[in-house]
């Protein structure tokens, strides 16, 4: 049921994709690709049936970044992961007006891969020390270096 | 406020990193005006080990000791949530022996999580006497699981496709005398604490969190279950063999932090229930699944386990690239999403009512910092 309803309000938003996920092999319900500057209608969509964003993950591969929102339901099961390329040099946006709770995860995403977000409002480093100059999720990144 | 020509203005008061009840090194720039705060702002990672990075660089099976060293406080739900994902990569199945071992085990963990929890948050609150007999009932899981795994908090216990050591009936018999013991002490707890006039003071109607809330800060476990959400992994999306046992989910009211107080209390009587019916009908049969292969080399994909733990919900999510190591993995961790709701908790309220808003929390810091 709630499954359609995410449908539903994600269809007018002309995403890239929206199918139904393998649940017994990924764990999600539904898989959604879109553009980072399509998130905050996203982010709109999930809230007014409910959801909560449950994790914000960030990935580093050599063409692009890949951010991936999953989504989950306090009252019925359905998990939602929302993935968006973000090419290396751009900005991704932030919905941290709609879910006050990705704020830190805009500003993990932020810290650990230097992934700037548009829009969000205290984007500091929040694991690591202020004044690092690395980013240390970044495949590039060896532990060694930091230590020399 | 301006007697003798004082003027009143506002200054920043530092609480923490090294302070009794901010648990571990968590750090609140506080901005005062005389005793009340108008804004907090938490700041985090003095423990931060890079687990996530870690993970890139080792393969899976020697990430495991990694994963009791997130959420010390309980450690097998940790293990639980990461071998999950990875069977779940491998396609392998866990024999049903050993997922109630891993029930057993995982839930006497989130006993002795809650115990430690109800003795510090007394103690944050200025009675010293709990924290005593907390311990006490505490050592004497640490004693069950220590013969049972070899170790007392960094459990690595758990194994791809099962669990490498089975139970006796010295620890059956040891478990079925501690459910008796504390079931007999709960009561103790209930008239010693809940219905001190003092600790109701502190507790009641201090850090509110709506419904409403709780969806926009991603908040689980007791803290959306003290607001008055049903959530729990176990029932929601049921994992292990958690299906075939019979028990509640607590559920608060108002979402104050004696709502979550009550929550986490009585949810140690649903794990008392959860052990002892896992003792009952424990079948027999292997405990590893069969032909577990020795190189470990999922094939590209992705995949997201959630377990319930102490704190609420941790996610396991994996990206595999073809590769021994894992591509990426993130840990979802409860007590993260949790604390990030501080800063709009703290607004307004005394210092002393902050420390019981934290405890309420029921932070583990190095789970946040990773």
Known sequence: MLQANIQKNLAPLNLEQVAAGDYAKTGYHLEVAAAPEQMPAVAQAMLSLGCFLESLSGLHYPEHFTLVYHFANFGELCRTAVHVKVPLDQEAVSISHIYPGANWYEREAYDLFGLRFAGHPDLRRILLPFDADFHPLLKKFEASQADA | ?370
């Open chain 2, 1 to 370: 406020m301006l007697e003798r020509g004082l003027e009143e203005k506002t200054y920043v008061l530092n609480l923490g990193p090294q302070h009794p009840s901010t648990h571990g090194v968590l750090r609140v720039e506080l901005h005062m005006e005389g005793e009340f705060i108008i804004k907090a702002d938490p700041d985090i990672g003095y423990g931060h080990r890079g687990h996530e990075h870690m993970a890139e660089n080792r393969t899976y099976a020697q990430y495991l000791p990694n994963m009791a060293r997130v959420d010390y406080l309980h450690a097998l739900a940790y293990n639980q949530g990461y071998c999950m994902a990875v069977e779940k990569l491998l396609g392998l199945t866990v024999p049903e022996r050993g997922e109630y071992i891993r029930v057993i085990t995982a839930e006497l963990n989130r006993l002795t999580s809650h115990l430690l929890w109800l003795g510090a948050y007394l103690l944050d609150l200025g009675a010293f006497t709990p924290i005593l007999y907390t311990f006490d009932d505490r050592e004497n899981v640490l004693d069950l699981l220590d013969y049972l795994t070899g170790s007392r908090l960094t459990y690595c216990f758990y194994r791809f496709g099962g669990v490498p050591v089975d139970i006796d009936d010295d620890f059956t018999d040891g478990c079925r005398k501690f459910i008796q013991r504390l079931r007999s002490r709960l009561p103790d707890y209930d008239n010693l604490v809940t219905k001190n006039v003092i600790f109701i003071h502190r507790t009641k109607d201090i850090g509110i969190i709506t419904k409403d809330q709780c969806i926009k800060y991603g908040l689980t476990g007791p803290m959306a279950r003290g607001s008055g959400i049903p959530y729990d992994i176990r029932r929601v999306e049921p994992y292990s063999v958690y299906p075939q046992f019979d028990f509640e989910i607590p559920i608060g009211e108002q979402g104050d932090a004696l709502d979550r107080y009550m929550v986490r209390l009585r949810e140690m009587e649903q794990s008392l229930r959860i052990v002892e019916q896992a003792l009952d009908k424990i079948p027999s049969g292997p405990i590893m699944a069969e032909k577990v292969p020795k190189r470990l080399k999922p094939a590209a994909g992705e995949v997201y386990t959630a377990v319930e733990s102490a704190r609420g919900e941790f996610g396991c999510y994996i990206v595999s690239a073809g590769d021994t190591k894992p591509y990426r993995i993130k840990l979802r961790v409860p007590s993260f999403g949790n604390l990030s709701i501080l800063p709009e908790l703290a607004v307004d309220t005394l210092v002393a009512d902050l420390v019981a808003i934290i405890g309420s929390i029921d932070v583990v810091v190095p789970e946040i910092d990773r």
